[in-house]
């Protein structure tokens, strides 16, 4: 597509709950990076992914968050038993090869209740 | 890790009024981005600076990087209340894209 697509928009669950948002980056975008943004704050990284190579975990903020990335493009980010601290936009957001300007997503405004 | 602060963090300005923030880093960057977020929205891609000392110019916005490459800075002359948004800078390297603290604009007319 022309952008960057994230699903769902917005996303409320209950506290305990595993939630799945889905980012389909650019088409022949390698490095995608997953953010999370908490109203009024900045970007969080939590994790990255280029090419082939290893995915860097080190901003998962637990092991409750997962995330992979099948066939170098579409990526998921998993959260598993929800916390009301987990509610804030996750962002998404692809480059081709890293060393351009990345293209974010619209974001998965997740709210848990 | 590397570390990125902007200043300041907010800012409030009258229209036409010029605009300065800075981002500083505690290492030497290989190069560094610059994004703005309108309030609701999600960060847009402004400009990459990647030599020492170059100055880059979009409009009314003048980017420029500093000569040991620590530092970089987003100057906007004579705002205008479209101009309103938080300013993000983002070094680029080898390691992963951190972003900075932000200058958040606000623009009375």
């Known amino acids: 597509g022309a952008g960057v697509s994230q699903s769902p928009s917005n996303k409320v669950t209950e506290k305990g709950k595993d939630v799945e948002l889905r980012c389909d980056p650019i088409?022949?975008?390698?490095?995608l990076y997953w953010y999370r943004q908490s109203l009024g704050q900045g970007l969080e990284f939590l994790i990255y992914f280029q090419g082939n190579s290893a995915p860097d975990k080190s901003g998962l903020p637990s092991d409750r968050f997962s995330a992979e990335r099948t066939g170098g493009s579409v990526s998921t980010l998993t959260i598993q038993r929800t916390q009301q601290e987990d509610s804030a936009v996750y962002l998404c957001?692809?480059?081709?090869?890293?060393?351009?300007?990345?293209?974010f997503g619209s974001g998965t405004r997740l709210t848990v209740v | 890790g590397q570390q990125v602060m902007q200043i300041p963090q907010y800012q409030h300005v009258q229209e036409g009024e010029d605009f300065t923030t800075y981002c500083n880093s505690s290492?030497?960057?290989?190069?560094i981005q610059w994004y703005k977020q309108r309030p609701g929205g999600h960060p847009v891609f402004l400009i990459q600076l990647v030599k020492s000392g170059e100055v880059k110019k979009q409009k009314r916005l003048t980017f420029q990087f500093g000569e040991a490459k620590k530092n970089s800075s987003l100057h906007i002359t004579a705002t205008q209340t479209t101009d309103v948004g938080t300013y993000f800078c983002a070094p680029v390297g080898f390691q992963k894209l951190v972003f900075g603290t932000g200058t958040r604009l606000l623009v009375s007319p």
């Open positions: 088409s022949g975008h390698t490095a």
């Open positions: 957001a692809s480059s081709f090869s890293g060393q351009y300007g990345y293209t």
């Open positions: 290492t030497t960057l290989s190069n």
